[in-house]
């Protein structure tokens, strides 16, 4: 079986996003992209966000993985 898909006519009237177009030329090499909320994904503390993810994910995994109170978890 063979499924078709078709769109509205209005899906032909849309225009791109604009911040998808711009994130586009930030991904290419040597391009540094000084747009705000977009740091350089060399800063983040991988190691550390590992380390906290293991360290929840085994102490209390159910906990951090249930939805809660928007305050938070307070064990």
Same mark, same amino acid.
């Given at each position: 079986?063979?499924?078709?898909?078709?769109?509205? #006519?209005?899906?032909?009237?849309?225009? =791109?996003?604009?911040? #998808?177009?711009?994130?586009? $030329?930030?991904?290419? =090499?040597?391009?540094?992209?000084? !747009?705000?909320?977009? =740091?350089?994904?060399?800063?983040?503390? $991988?190691?550390?966000?590992? !380390?906290?993810?293991? #360290?929840?994910?085994?102490?209390?995994? #159910?906990? !951090?993985?249930?939805?809660?109170?928007?305050?938070?978890? !307070?064990?």
């Amino acid at each position: 079986m063979t499924t078709v898909w078709t769109q509205a #006519r209005r899906a032909a009237r849309m225009n =791109p996003s604009i911040i #998808r177009e711009i994130l586009k $030329v930030t991904e290419k =090499p040597g391009v540094l992209s000084m !747009a705000g909320g977009l =740091p350089s994904a060399d800063t983040f503390p $991988v190691d550390a966000l590992k !380390a906290a993810c293991d #360290r929840v994910l085994t102490d209390t995994p #159910r906990e !951090a993985l249930q939805y809660a109170a928007s305050e938070g978890y !307070a064990p």
